[in-house]
């Protein structure tokens, strides 16, 4: 049952990350096999944490992760901060986040 009660934990922490945001960021980034993925990150104790990402990939099929669906057998929502300046991320406009995420 630990592991039940720690993946409501987490789902916990990036719903009220989520709900509580004041300011998104969003982000693409170009994988290695030519698939797309789209991210919406919050500031959170002075980190930028994802708290929605989707995965287009080059067979066109969609994966969409946040705390209301953490991971399946594709893949899941990163679990670590990510970095603007270091990490290979182009800032997107919200609005083109949306058209992917509700897709």
């Known amino acids: 049952m630990a592991d039940q ?3 409501a ?3 916990a922490y990036y719903r009220a990350l989520d709900e509580g945001a004041t300011l998104r960021h969003h982000f693409r980034h170009a994988d290695e ?8 990150a919050v500031p ?3 980190e930028l944490i ?3 990402q989707a995965e287009l990939t080059s067979a066109g099929q969609l994966h969409r992760y946040s705390w209301e669906h953490l ?3 594709h893949g899941g929502l990163t679990d670590r ?3 603007p300046e270091e990490d290979p991320l182009e800032a ?5 986040f949306q058209r992917v995420w509700t897709r």
């Open 33 to 40: 096999e030519a698939g797309l993925w789209y991210i919406e």
């Open 50 to 52: 994802v708290i929605k």
């Open 9 to 11: 934990e987490i789902a």
């Open 81 to 83: 901060a990510i970095d």
């Open 44 to 46: 959170d104790r002075g």
């Open 92 to 96: 997107i406009p919200a609005e083109e």
């Open 71 to 73: 991971d399946d057998e």
């Open 5 to 7: 009660e720690r993946i």
